[in-house]
Structures are given as structure tokens and as C-alpha cells.
């Protein structure tokens, strides 16, 4: 074992790495996000060993009975680990599990908690630092915040505590702000860590590594060089059962303003001074701040084919409105306004019902400046470069370069260089999840986002909504299984270019 934590996050992800004792205090133990991710990451991560000895994990529910918890960590682990269960090894995980049935809403439930944080650590046999993960609906972030503040367990408690929150950070900019506030209140901004998902996927941190470990992409990733960046979210699946949440949100809300905005970041920020935590996340900050939108579509999904299979429409989905005008599709056209990328567009698209799923960042470089071939049709048969970086479902990335075909005349063909993490790395990614809850336990706060940034990414779509609420963009029909609506295409082909194939 590494005698002190490393301080280079991307070195650090190595087996044994330190982490300090902790206490992992799960709200909303019993719910969905809980069954499908969370309990899963802490059953892998105990059984790779990055778990501290002295880990427990605290579950909270209001519905679920304490004597159910132990069979439902069992059956929900066993159903979603990415690679199986051990029985052994999920026994010995559950003698560190604990469960309270209470109210959040209730300070009961607090003063319970934190005599059952004592006796733990007593049990333990010393003091663990605390992570409070909130999986339950953004509403009760800031009262859930208060009230751990109210008992002593919030900014300044002894042993540290982090609060560790998921999106929806709020629904527009003034309510993020109100949100940020709510919850500075009770714990300082070093100690609340912002979970997007997507930055503890391995594609994205590789993002970071690709343009700042290697000498030859970084002299090229500007304006002189770059016509044009596309950021694409497909997924196939549609909404599943969760109208609730996505008819308030969108494709825009849901994926756009987060998701989207943290590789649109990661791709144009300037290289950070050193690797840690703020000196990424100020670069980011100060990239974002640079973005307008400058255009936009948005489309909703009828019904159609998608992998062979007939799907209804959104409007037919359970529980949507009939009348519902929520996009499930959105692109956007966004200006860099710096000295780095003026002039060259980023395109953002994201979308449910997609033909396939496909998310990436394409980077699509200048044609060259001087066509030495006479011949009109080779001149004409030239593509430009384009530098791929795939998240999924595929993570890896390609070069497309133009080559010649073998002959006696000359031919161009564009061929690929690849790069699959599968094949080169035997290991199997870890999920997202994993790599962030451990992240959390070790008090390292590069992969969360800070409150400048949802603040920024808030900035940048909050017009865009506007202007759809005006109805200043028609919301498009478009087939499930389609690539989105004509108004999309015609965003790009407006600027002579066009989206990538899906
Ligand atoms: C979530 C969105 O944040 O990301 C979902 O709420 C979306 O609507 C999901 O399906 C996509 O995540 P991934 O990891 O499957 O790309």
C-alpha cells in the first residue's frame, strides 16, 4: 500500500489505493438509483479491495423496514454487479452494512443518525470520515443539508463530512444558484461534491490525458487548425418509466445543460497548471464562460423502429401528457468566444430513440490549404481529418486520415487508425459510479463539478429554453429510430457541414 494518498488523480487509479476510514451514508438506500448503481459500485469496490478495513456503509430509507435492507442489498447487488457476486465476499460486505427506517424530513431521524455514527465508529475502533450520498429527489438536498448542519454533522464537524448530490441542479440558473446557496449554507463548497456521471467514465477522463500527456494533438487544437468540434448523446432507448422526471426536463435539462456542457468543457478548456481538483475545474469554469448559443433545434419522437422493434411515440408513453411539449431531441450551435476558438462552431446534439446508441466527440480538423494533385477527382475525393473519441458504446478513438488505395493509379480512401480500450486494456472498465464513490471516499473532488460550472452550463441554455417556451424554434416531429428532426440537419448544413452518421 502507498504510504501517503497520491496526488495525481489520474495516477491514482491503481489497486490499494489509500482511502481513509468512512462511513458511507447512503439517503435513499431503498430506492432505484440506489439498487441499480450504488450498491453494486460498494459491492465491486469491496471486492477489488479499494475499501478501507474500517468502511461501513449507513443505508437510510423511509419506506423500506430495517429487517428487509440485508435481502434487498442481496437480491439488487446480485441482479446489476457488472461482474457477478461472490457470496462470500457480499457476506463479509454486509457485516459493514447498517439500515435506519426514518423520515428525512423529520430532525428524529437525525439525532438517530448521528448516535448511530458514534457508536459506529466506536465499533470501528476510531473516527471515519463521513460521506453523505443524497440519492433522493434535489427538493430535499438543501433541507437534508440543514438538518445534518442543525446536529453537527455538516461544515466544521469532527470527523469531516462531504455531501455528495446527483443532478437536477435546479431547473434554470436562478434556481441553481438558490439550490447552490441552500446548500453552502451547510457545507462548505470544498465539502459538496456534484456527481455527473459522465466524468467517471473512463473515455472522458482519457479526454484529459489525450490532449495534455501527448505532444502531437495539443500544437493542433485550436481555430487554425480546427474547422469544427460535434458532440453527440444518442441513445435508442426512449423514456422508459420515467415521465415524471423527463416531461419537467428535456433532452436540453437532462443531458445537454450537464452531460453535454462537462465534454464541450473537458474538449475546449486551456491545459491546467497542475492536475488537481480546482486547477481543472477553474480551466473548465473559464471555458464555459467563453460559450454562447448561437442556434438551435429540438424535435420529439413519434412512433417507429428502432433495432427491429416497433416503439410507440413519446406522446403515448405511460404517464406523458398528451399535450406535452417536452423536446427529446435537441442540438445547439455554440460559439468558443476566444482566443483560442474563435470562429470554430461546436455542435451539441442529444437525443432519445436515436437509430443507435453513440456517444462521442469528433473533431474535425481543416482541409489541407494546397491540393498538390491536378487530378479534379482525387482534389475532390479528400476528407478532411477527423479525430473520434468514442464514450460509448465503444469507448477507444480514431483517426481518419486519407491513404492510397493500392494501384497503379492514384486513389484515395480514408482508412482509421484505431484505438479500442477493450482490446488494448484486458481489465474491464469499471462503472462510472465506482470510480466516483471511491473519488468521494478519498476526498478528491477532480471528477465532481463545482458550483461556478452548473452556474455557467445554466447560463449558456437558459436562453435556448427561453426561446422555445416563445415557440421562436418549432418543437419537430421525428421517427424513433430516426437521426432528429430536418430542423437539425438543417443547423449544420447551414454552416456547409453536416452531423455525423448515426
Ligand atoms: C442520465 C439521464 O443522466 O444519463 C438519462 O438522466 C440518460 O436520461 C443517461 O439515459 C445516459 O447515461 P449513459 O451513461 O447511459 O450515457
Known amino acids: 500500500m502507498p504510504e501517503a494518498e497520491p496526488e495525481n488523480p489520474f495516477a491514482a487509479d491503481v489497486p490499494g489505493v489509500v482511502v481513509k476510514p468512512a462511513t458511507y451514508v447512503l439517503f435513499g438506500a431503498s430506492g432505484d438509483l440506489a439498487a441499480k448503481k450504488l450498491l453494486p459500485a460498494v459491492y465491486n469496490l469491496y ?86 450520498y443524497l440519492a433522493v429527489a434535489p427538493r430535499f438536498f438543501g433541507p437534508i443539508g440543514d438538518s445534518l448542519h442543525k446536529v ?15 443532478k437536477p441542479f435546479g431547473h434554470d440558473l436562478e434556481s441553481a444558484i438558490a439550490l447552490n446557496d441552500e446548500v453552502t449554507d451547510a457545507f462548505d463548497e470544498s465539502h459538496i461534491l456534484r456527481l455527473d456521471h459522465y466524468l467517471g467514465k473512463e473515455t472522458v477522463q482519457n479526454l484529459l490525458v489525450f490532449r495534455f500527456a501527448n505532444g502531437i494533438f495539443e500544437p493542433l487544437w485550436n481555430r487554425r487548425y480546427i474547422d469544427h468540434v460535434q458532440i453527440t448523446a444518442a441513445e435508442d432507448l426512449g423514456i422508459g418509466t420515467r415521465a415524471g422526471y423527463y416531461d419537467q426536463s428535456g433532452a436540453i435539462r437532462d443531458i445537454i445543460q450537464n452531460h453535454a456542457m462537462q465534454l464541450v468543457a473537458l474538449t475546449a478548456m486551456e491545459p491546467p497548471a497542475t492536475f488537481d481538483a480546482d486547477s481543472i475545474r477553474d480551466e473548465k469554469e473559464k471555458a464555459l464562460k467563453s460559450i454562447r448559443c448561437v442556434g438551435s433545434a429540438r424535435g420529439q419522437y413519434t412512433a417507429g423502429d428502432v433495432d427491429g422493434s416497433h416503439v410507440t411515440g413519446y406522446l403515448e408513453e405511460p404517464n406523458v401528457p398528451p399535450t406535452s411539449t417536452t423536446e427529446t431531441y435537441a442540438a445547439l450551435k455554440l460559439e468558443v468566444n476566444n482566443w483560442r476558438w474563435a470562429g470554430t462552431p461546436f455542435y451539441v446534439r442529444a437525443g432519445k430513440r436515436m437509430p443507435r446508441r453513440s456517444t462521442e466527440i469528433t473533431i474535425a480538423f481543416r482541409p489541407v490549404p494546397h491540393m498538390p494533385f491536378s487530378d479534379p477527382k482525387v482534389a475532390q475525393s479528400i476528407r478532411p481529418n477527423l479525430l473520434t473519441l468514442s464514450i460509448q458504446p465503444n469507448e477507444g478513438a480514431s483517426l481518419r486520415i486519407e491513404a492510397k488505395a493500392p494501384g497503379a493509379e492514384t486513389q484515395l480512401r480514408p482508412v482509421r487508425m484505431d484505438f479500442l480500450y477493450g482490446e488494448t486494456f484486458t481489465r474491464e472498465t469499471p462503472e462510472a459510479y465506482e470510480r466516483l464513490i471511491l473519488d468521494a471516499l478519498r476526498g478528491d473532488a477532480t471528477l465532481f463539478t463545482r458550483a461556478d460550472e452548473v452556474e455557467q452550463a445554466w447560463r449558456i441554455v437558459d436562453p435556448v429554453i427561453a426561446a422555445w417556451e416563445q415557440n421562436e424554434v418549432p418543437l419537430e416531429p421525428y421517427v424513433a429510430g430516426t437521426p432528429g428532426p430536418d430542423s437539425a440537419e438543417a443547423l449544420i448544413r447551414a454552416d456547409r457541414r453536416k452531423w455525423r452518421r448515426l
Open 152 to 166: 453537527g454533522l455538516a461544515r466544521g464537524a469532527e470527523p469531516e463530512s462531504v455531501l455528495m448530490i446527483e
Open 47 to 132: 471486492a477489488e479491495g479499494r475499501l478501507p478495513e474500517r468502511f461501513r456503509l449507513l443505508g437510510i430509507g423511509s419506506s423500506m423496514p430495517e429487517h428487509n435492507f440485508r435481502d434487498h442489498m442481496i437480491n439488487e447487488v446480485t441482479r446489476y454487479s457488472r461482474s457477478g457476486v461472490d457470496e462470500k465476499i457480499l457476506a463479509s460486505l454486509l457485516e459493514r452494512v447498517d439500515y435506519i427506517q426514518g423520515d428525512f424530513t423529520k430532525p428524529a431521524l437525525f439525532d438517530k443518525l448521528k448516535k448511530n455514527l458514534t457508536a459506529g465508529d466506536s465499533a470501528l475502533g476510531g473516527p471515519t470520515r463521513r460521506l453523505f
